[in-house]
């Protein structure tokens, strides 16, 4: 593919990648993945590590596309592990014969819009150069994985793994000490799984986070039943819901009710595992005295599950409202912290101050360690798009346009960057959801709207300044409304320093981000500008 001519170019081979090029193909578009990957999978081939699986439930973590699909496919959790993701990814690329378009072990390195021939060209790091009518940045939400600076990183002559970049061969902690630093969803998910292998784990804890029982175990038959005769209408119901699944919704202010069916409440959402307990009330995203009830149940929760009460205060969180920070699903997390050979670190009392040889300092204490895992998370949002050198009208750089926050239309589009798409990018629900559902919908409203310019002889389209001020102002108006900005987290920029601290997703709901897209391809993209080929009079003639 040294130099190539394609209709679409399509960066990143995950879930949305995978499915941008099958609508592209069913356009009659010619389209080329690249993902610097190996393989397909994206999230999948990359997070490898222990206990990693999906938190949002195997049935609803799936495409929705296809009825037969969703009728072959039977998994074997209620909450897929990352191998049985992976092989369902690449079940679907061989059923939909799409490997062919892929090409794998290639980083796009740059991308620059043509505003002579209306077209993006595209290098990678092997040489590629390609140019395209569309460019979608399928790169993820969550693919450039942060490693913080600590300093004598370099000289530990342990072993060393990041959960976002986990080698493909077995890791065996069997009687080693093992050092995690990290208490993020993999940090939970990976905690109680190392620490059942390795002769000791020590848990560095910056902040701790508030996790919910999965009740993770073999798939329900009935629900498999359930799912694979309703399909379609519980599919449907997600589309439209707040977070792209099927929750329960209540109608009912956590302020409204007496403390005993409050609790009750609680309790029965407790039971039933992942996020339904996020969704007890209407205001507890909202409503800090509704939150403040929330948390003291998790605390309560945690209180029960950790024997030594010393720990069970250290990993109660304290600082940040119930669910503002990304809620994790565990299993055994905070029971992990009973066992003999774990113990907890408070690195906020007494912060990481270097990596040693034979460990890591913190609190002027050395911790002797033959292997770190760094579950330290990720540039997310806006860490992949960055990476690349993107360049639209008169040579304006992404980097440029983004220094203090991201801009986009929807989360899908940029002022001065045509026919340039960002699937679920910063501004969309994207990560507040079922991501699946949610990357499907930006798939589908990105091949509707190529669809429509083809038909009509289009040759750009190119989201206003005006409509895309207007839907940041909107994003920042909601998240006003909300507890967000009371927590230090990726969701705000928080992890990394220098990022700006805006929100990054969009927290008004699924349905009602799906309604507004909707609407605006009815009205013939509104607050985008379409140029067809007759219209546009080339720079060159001095216009
Ligand atoms: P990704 O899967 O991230 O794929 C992007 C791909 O783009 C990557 O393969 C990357 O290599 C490639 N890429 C990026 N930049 C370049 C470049 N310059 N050149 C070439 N290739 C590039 N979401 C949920 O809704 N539910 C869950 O339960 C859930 N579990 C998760 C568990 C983990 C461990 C993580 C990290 C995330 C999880 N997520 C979950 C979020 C998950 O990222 C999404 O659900 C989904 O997999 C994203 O798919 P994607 O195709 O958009 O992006
Ligand atoms: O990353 P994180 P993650 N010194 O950013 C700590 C998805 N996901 O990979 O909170 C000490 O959440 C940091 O501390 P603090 C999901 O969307 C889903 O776990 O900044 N500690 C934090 O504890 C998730 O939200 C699943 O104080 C440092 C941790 O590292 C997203 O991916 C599984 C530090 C990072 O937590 C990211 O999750 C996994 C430092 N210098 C991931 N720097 C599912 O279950 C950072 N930390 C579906």
Redesign the pocket.
Known sequence: MATADVDALI?????????MLKRCRELGLSARV????TD????????R?PG?????ESMS?SYSFSDELQRDWTWTER?AQ?PE?LDYVAHVVERFDLRRDMRFE????SAAFDETSNRWQVE??RGDNISAKYCV????????TNLPDFRGLESFEGDTYH??RWPHEAVDFTGKRVGIIGTG??GV?STPVIAAEAAHLTVFQRTPNFSVPAFHGPIDPDVVKMWKTRHRELRQHARTSRI?DIFEVSETSALDLTREARDAEFERRWGQGSFNFLASFTDLITSRAANDFAVDFAHKKIRQRVDDPEVAELLCPKDHPFGTKRLC?DTDYFETFNRDNVSLVDVKAAPIEEITPRGLRAGGKEFELDAIVFATG?DAMTG??L??DIRGRGGIEFKEKWSDGPKTYLGLAVAGFPNLFT??GPGSP??L???????EQHIEWIADCMGYMEARDLTTIEASREAEDKWMRHVSDVADGTLFFESNTWYVGANIPGKPRVIYPYVGGVGAYRDICSKIAADGYAGFTLVSAAEHVSPAMGA
């Open positions: 960066v990143g081979a995950g879930f949305s990648g995978i499915y690249i993902d610097a990957a397909v999978g994206g999230t999948w081939y990359w997070n590590y990693a699986r999906c938190d949002v973590y909450y990352q993701i290639t980083r796009v390195t990678t790091d940045m399928a790169t993820g939400c969550l693919s450039t959960t976002g969803s993999s998910q792209g699903v990720f992949a798009l990476a690349i699937v679920t994207s990560v959801s079922n991501m699946i559902t949610s990357i």
